[in-house]
Nanobody, 125 residues
Framework: QVQLVESGGGLVQAGGSLRLSCAAS????????VGWFRQAPGKERDFLAA????????YYADSVKGRFTIARDNAKNTVYLQMNSLKPEDTAVYYC??????????????????WGQGTQVTVSS
């Protein structure tokens, strides 16, 4: 099993940037593919980005392509989500998730077995 802890959320003005971190502990982190999701109040949990085990392959939702970048450092057991040009509609709780078998183009939250507790991102206009 793997345990995930997100950090880096906060309050930022529109147009600003944040970098979220997802720190893993437990099983060998490099065997897990990792995704980022977000959930706004009253809405479903939406896929944002995913990264392969070694970090060479990434996949993005159209809504964040060109603004968000996912990366990982397996030596630090951490995955990052760099978020630029933030908009008020990006306000949500952001979650990282991991699974050893998921196909990174699979955007369904149900395909991931392990989740962090989430970190709040609020973008003011």
């Amino acid at each position: 099993q793997v345990q995930l802890v997100e950090s880096g959320g906060g309050l930022v003005q529109a147009g600003g940037s944040l970098r979220l971190s997802c720190a893993a502990s437990g099983s060998a982190f490099s065997v897990y593919k990792v995704g980022w999701f977000r959930q706004a109040p009253g809405k479903e949990r939406d896929f944002l980005a995913a990264i392969s085990r070694g970090g060479s392959t990434t996949y993005y939702a159209d809504s964040v392509k060109g603004r968000f970048t996912i990366a990982r450092d397996n030596a630090k057991n951490t995955v990052y989500l760099q978020m630029n040009s933030l908009k008020p509609e990006d306000t949500a709780v952001y979650y990282c998730a991991a699974d050893p078998l998921v196909i990174i183009t699979d955007s369904s939250p149900r395909s991931y077995d392990y989740w962090g507790q989430g970190t709040q991102v609020t973008v003011s206009s």
